[in-house]
């Protein structure tokens, strides 16, 4: 009796922990044309229990520009909601070779649920008709 109680206890909770650990919390995605000439990547962190650290890379993009960017919930051309005010989503000033990064702390992305990032000018209201590039965010296991 007490040994078949032990194994289930055991049996759940080694079930229970292989759930938790197979999502790192981790997540990437990778424009690989934006409108404007070049690419950008994607990287998301967690960062505490409610937060993470989202990070975009620019590479061979046009030189000294501005580009605003945003985390959207659901995939591209859902015209889906930004998950956090724009205010939160550091714009980025490329460099002479077109390359440049930024951070921006944003709310943990939830297991399970979609997401996409959407680069534009900053100078207009993002939508997914006007965006320089969309892709669809994957979470790593």
């Known amino acids: 009796m ?3 109680a032990l194994f289930l206890s ?3 909770l ?4 292989l759930a938790t650990s197979a999502q790192s919390g981790k997540w990437f995605a990778t424009v690989n044309q934006l ?6 990547d994607v990287t998301i962190e967690p ?3 409610k937060q993470s650290r989202a990070k975009i ?7 000294d520009m501005r580009i605003a960017w945003d985390v959207v919930a659901g995939n591209c051309n859902d015209q889906g909601a930004p998950i956090a005010p724009q205010a939160a989503f550091t714009q980025a000033q490329t460099q002479m070779d077109g390359g440049g990064s930024v951070t921006a702390v944003i709310p943990k992305l939830e297991s399970g649920k979609r997401y996409y990032i959407r680069v534009f ?7 997914d008709q006007n965006v320089w590039g969309c892709a669809n965010i994957s979470e790593k296991p």
């Open 10 to 12: 055991v049996a759940t």
């Open 121 to 127: 000018d900053p100078q207009v209201a993002p939508n």
């Open 47 to 49: 960062r505490n229990d």
């Open 35 to 40: 409108r404007n000439g070049g690419s950008a």
């Open 14 to 17: 080694s079930v229970g922990l």
């Open 57 to 63: 890379t620019f590479r061979n993009g046009s030189r």
């Open 2 to 4: 007490w040994s078949s």
